[in-house]
DNA sequence: TGTACATCAGTGAACGCGCGTTCACTGATGTAC
DNA sequence: TGTACATCAGTGAACGCGCGTTCACTGATGTAC
């Protein structure tokens, strides 16, 4: 049966929204399409209608989930509260709501090229605004780019092996160390 | 046609082998049972007097490639040493004979739980090398294990940022600067 | 404003391909005599 | 040492399930008069 215009609209950003929680939580072949669907309140012969394929919505849910991330990473936030939240168990449990380069990582290499430039392009922006943070909280602005990259590494990888670590209480140690020894060294 | 003994145990070794390979450079689901056993020069239905399932394999060959990994990196080599091998370009093209936790990210999660035990018992392996190195080279040993753990987490997120990112140059400066922000703050 | 009809978003059955797994068969191994 | 036969590793066709995708159909929307 036929929706109202506002209605298709209002289905189209649901399944964008549950592709880019489910992608992440999931990884993307471990989503199938029905589950998408499912999680927005429809059937999956309606997906069609939507998107051209499962691969175009990946791209699409990709750059959601990044412009979702950095929208929530507000001007207001520096970057030492930002660790602060970023390596913690409330993020390592919440995959589906977390960052995008974590949750995606090792699988983007294997999706499709449109993917992939959104995935690469999220990065960017990523690392541009840890860099700027840098820049402006410290002294050494030329090394900025180069502790923005370390820095960007650490957090990827203390959320990634954090996740894959069954022993949950080994896990947050990791995490915990993991903070408390980038402020340490980077005295952030 | 039936082979000998030592034949069958040849080919045993081979599929192996082929699946620590694959494993990491395509992820599991990205391996066909057919392409590990095409890489071991046999037909995909001799797979199943070797191994119970693919699951099961993938759980020996996750400790294989762990295992591999670590006898490779010998004793006489040092940290930093390890560190200039690691962070690269070369390690970052050859995934199929990379790390495990760099190939296995985010894969493992959605694996049985023999292949996720597997994974662990690796994870936990290597950071007690990297603990050990630090105690040994320092002062601060009782601070080894939390930056066992920051390094770890940085050498990991580095690679895996490196092999995502498109733009080879670009990916390749990561790297470096990485490195080399890893020897200014921990000093090594 | 009310009615008739064309449009088209959504439904759910069905298709088809890929891949893990099974199985009847083959023929070399290796044991029994 | 040589021969006959049972064993069993490997082969490749076939099965079956899951999942992305298609399609005929439905019925509410919204336009034309």
Chains 1, 2 share one sequence.
């Not at 209002?10 to 964008?16: D, K, P, Q, S």
Request: include cysteine; aromatic fraction near 8%; glycine fraction near 6%.
């Amino acid at each position: 049966m036929k929706v109202s215009k506002e209605q298709a609209a209002e289905h189209h950003r649901a399944i964008l929204h549950a592709a880019a929680t489910l992608f992440r939580a999931r990884g993307f072949d471990g989503t199938k399409v029905t589950d998408i669907m499912a999680e927005a309140k429809l059937t999956h012969g309606a997906f069609y209608g939507h998107f051209r394929s499962k691969s175009e919505l990946a791209a699409s849910a990709c750059q959601q989930a990044f412009e979702d991330r950095l929208d929530a990473w507000g001007p207001d936030i520096s970057l030492p509260e930002y660790l602060d939240r970023y390596i913690t168990p409330f993020h390592r449990d919440r995959p589906g709501q977390g960052c995008p380069i974590a949750a995606f990582a090792t699988d983007i290499a294997r999706q499709e090229k449109p993917v992939q430039m959104q995935f690469q392009i999220g990065v960017s922006l990523f690392r541009k605004r840890i860099s700027m943070e840098l820049a402006a909280a410290g002294k050494h602005s030329t090394e900025s780019n180069a502790k923005a990259s370390t820095i960007l590494s650490t957090m990827v990888g203390a959320i990634v092996l954090a996740r894959s670590t069954i022993d949950r209480s080994l896990s947050a140690r990791l995490l915990k160390e993991t903070r408390s020894t980038i402020t340490k060294q980077f005295a952030i």
